[in-house]
């Protein structure tokens, strides 16, 4: 009952404020927060929290953080924080005593240490105000089971969403640049290689994040440590639950897209109650598929080309990204110059307007809508979008024919079905050379016509302004009479 009743605190807060934040770094949390590894903390029952506290202090000067939950516990400690875990842990061995008189006497030294005004260790939650302690000291008497539920709950949220992203970054700031405790990606390095590591999981998931499919990992994830569970009432319980936050269209807050296929035999096992360890394994390989396929190859090349730092993130992919831009001389014509140009809104009417001149005025708009489906991730919007362009560039009589080699043509239309980030890429390739070579040039021109004209029309005006003006009066006629 304990570790079921754990269970439904910690998926309650998943459900909502989990998915929407902190994904995979919340997945690792929970972990951090499992019932072995609380156990290696240092407080236990009898032991004072200033002794836990200088202990964790002392442990935190013999070297590094570690990624778990005694790295964690240091860096609480060194924060001033580690009251709030530890007040967390006590509430959760709160929850898994049976008999009143145990739960009267243990209520009451957590309220004494850790709710209590002025108590020596008080923690201060976004949540818990005079009234939320006021109720729980009218109830120490005869508590009930639930008498910290919501107190416990926002010292999770304070956890989740603020001390363990702290952590993480201090842990990332550890092994930045040096190497030492990030694993070095190479071209031998897999998937599973990063999936089955702590710190690079959050690393690659990160990098996901950016691409808007981090739920692929954390359902990953989440469905193998499914695979480990015994109790059929803990599969049954726990795979109804991945399959609603997951895959349920009705309910599905971080939904994935795998197979109808994948998506009945799951349904038909949880319906009946024929529930294993095998419940996943169908959805799990697409998944996996998927990433292994599409976003693993890119990271990999980008991590190991030095284009993407792990351990910076977004914000080194955006100044790359600028870069490179502002390097590019968008003067001459190239296939770099043309691709910086598609991305402006002004530069890129100007562009297609000099392509219409030219009789090609569907190859700027095919290399635009290219690059609007390489942003896409879901597999039915990839789907209506690849469709959608083959009927409109591609198919045999359609409206705006983009000429690309046969090859390419062919290979395009078998994977239409399941279709890639990169379906479209040498396509796209091969377009924006077209235009670098015949298209560029002439809207090159273009602009320079445009500018000489408007500097001309420029010293027009000034030479207006500075001509002198007429004198006014003499001539005129006289009359004689």
Partial sequence: MSQRRRSSLLTGVASGERRKSAGVQQYA?????????????????????????????SAASAGALEFDISGFSTFLSQSKCLSVLLFWKEAEEYLNMFSQKERAACSQKIF?????????????????????????????????????????QCAYKMMSLELFPRFWDAVKQQFEGSGDNSQVLTSDSTLKDVLSDEKEVLLFS?????????????????????????DPRDMLAQGQRLYDVYIDEAKSESRINISHK????????????????????????????????????RYKEAVISGEYDPVAGKADVAQHDQQEDT????????????????????EFDKLRAAAAKQGCAEMVDWCKECAEYEKLFSNADRTQKAQAMWKKYLAQGCDAPVNIPDTQLKDIQKKLDMPTASLFKKAFDECVKLIADNVY???????????????????????AKAAPAAKAGGGGCCVVS
């Fill in 327 to 346: 390097q590019v001389d968008l003067s001459k014509p190239s296939k770099a110059a043309v691709r910086i140009t598609l991305k402006k809104p002004a």
């Fill in 112 to 152: 004494q240490r850790y709710l209590k005004h002025g108590a020596e260790y008080e923690i201060n939650l976004t949540g818990v105000n005079d009234k939320t302690i006021a109720d729980i000291e009218k109830q120490l008497g005869n508590p009930p089971e639930s008498l910290f539920e919501e107190t416990q």
């Fill in 206 to 230: 990160e990098y996901c994040k950016i691409h808007y499919c981090e739920e692929q990992v954390l359902f990953w994830l989440e469905t193998n440590d499914h695979k480990l569970l015994f």
């Fill in 262 to 297: 994948a998506d009945k035999d799951i349904q038909a096992k949880l319906s009946t109650g024929t529930v294993d360890r095998t419940l996943f394994d169908g959805a799990m390989v697409e998944v996996e598929g998927m990433l292994e396929l599409d976003v693993w190859p």
């Fill in 441 to 463: 040039g002439p809207y090159l021109d273009e602009e320079k016509a445009v500018k000489a004209a408007k500097e001309q029309e420029k010293a027009d005006a000034d030479a």
């Fill in 29 to 57: 949390l929970d972990k951090v927060l499992d019932p072995k590894s609380l156990d290696k903390i240092i407080y236990q029952a009898g032991i004072g929290y200033q002794a836990a506290s200088s202990t964790r202090v």
